[in-house]
């Protein structure tokens, strides 16, 4: 009753949603994938930063370059999924900033004029992207399986560049057979929260 959200748009965001192993061959589109973004670019990041990169993987050719990066556990399911997704921090986004944060276009110079601050202002902010990226998936009706076991320096090198960081590479499409473990348990409210 708390909750403004319609009760079937909460099972399908979370209640209902699971990480996915496993996929059918069903293809996810360009145009989900941009209806999905489309969505979630209206998340919130500090000083509206938007830094956030993803790399598609949807070639044969592309997918044979990531799959040895990826820890051995994750190879098989990164090799079959419909689509693959690379999430990475964008490390030079302070570039952007002006544009992106019209109300204090200094924010740029003021705040972001050194590498070290940016890289964990990326992180931050491109983690948070991530997870409304995920959420997103989900809207579509779509499944996520987000992978950080993998050679972030080995994806760097093959697919993005030095002002770029790798951080989640998410496998994309309609759960298959035995997608999903049963659910762990979650913290309880009062072990997660304090009031003061
Ligand atoms: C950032 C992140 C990294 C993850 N890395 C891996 C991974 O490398 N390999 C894997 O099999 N699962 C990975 N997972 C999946 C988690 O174990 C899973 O999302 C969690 O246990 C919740 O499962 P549920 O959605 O079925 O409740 C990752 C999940 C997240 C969000």
Request: no cysteine; proline share 8%.
């Amino acid at each position: 009753m708390s909750l403004a959200l319609d009760p079937a748009a909460q099972d399908l965001l979370f209640r209902e949603a699971h990480t996915a192993n496993t996929f059918t061959d069903e293809p996810v589109t360009e145009e989900q994938v941009q209806a999905i973004y489309d969505l979630v670019k209206f998340g919130p990041t500090a000083f509206n930063q938007n830094p956030l990169r993803v790399t598609l993987v949807r070639s044969a050719e592309a997918r044979e370059r990531l799959v040895p990066h990826m820890a051995e556990g994750n190879r098989a399911k990164t090799a079959t999924a419909p689509l693959v997704a690379i999430l990475a921090a964008d490390n030079e986004f302070h570039e952007e900033l002006p544009a992106l944060f019209p109300a204090f276009p200094q924010a740029k110079d003021a705040f972001f004029a050194e590498r070290p601050v940016r890289e964990g202002s990326a992180a931050l902010n491109a983690a948070l992207q991530a997870a409304y990226f995920i959420v997103g998936i989900r809207a579509a009706g779509l499944a996520a399986g987000p992978m950080t076991g993998f050679d972030a320096e080995g994806i760097r090198k093959e697919f993005l560049d030095d002002d770029h960081t790798p951080l989640i590479v998410v496998n994309i499409g309609r759960p298959g057979e035995g997608a999903s473990y049963p659910r762990s348990p979650r913290l309880p409210y009062e072990q997660v929260f304090t009031t003061v």
